[in-house]
């Protein structure tokens, strides 16, 4: 089992940059493949960006691919997701969320096992 916790949420003005960090517990995180999810007020949940067990492989929803990018560094148990030219509808609670049953980059919620307690970003125009 693995704990996940969400961190560098915020508030930051259209056009800006924010990191978010996922730091897992345990000692077998190269074992998860890691996916990065979001929820906006009155929507449901919307798949970001996923990384594979070792890194070498990602995935990205259209809406964010060549602004967004996932990273991970296994020695540190940490997924990352770097996001820039934010734009106000990016505005939502992103979720971290880790498979161990998935190989390569689900980008289905039930294609993961552990979620964070998410992260909030708010992105003013």
């Known amino acids: 089992q693995v704990q996940l916790v969400e961190s560098g949420g915020g508030l930051v003005q259209a056009g800006g940059s924010l990191r978010l960090s996922c730091a897992a517990s345990g000692r077998t995180w190269s074992s998860y493949a890691v996916g990065w999810f979001r929820q906006a007020p009155g929507k449901e949940r919307e798949f970001v960006a996923a990384i594979s067990r070792s890194g070498g492989s990602t995935d990205y929803a259209g809406s964010v691919k060549g602004r967004f990018t996932i990273s991970r560094d296994n020695a540190k148990s940490t997924s990352y997701l770097q996001m820039n030219s934010l734009k106000p509808e990016d505005s939502a609670v992103y979720y971290c969320?880790?498979?161990?049953?998935?190989?390569?980059?689900?980008?289905?919620?039930?294609?993961?096992?552990?979620w964070g307690q998410g992260t909030q970003v708010t992105v003013s125009s």
């Open positions: 969320a880790a498979s161990q049953t998935y190989r390569g980059t689900p980008v289905v919620e039930h294609g993961y096992d552990y």
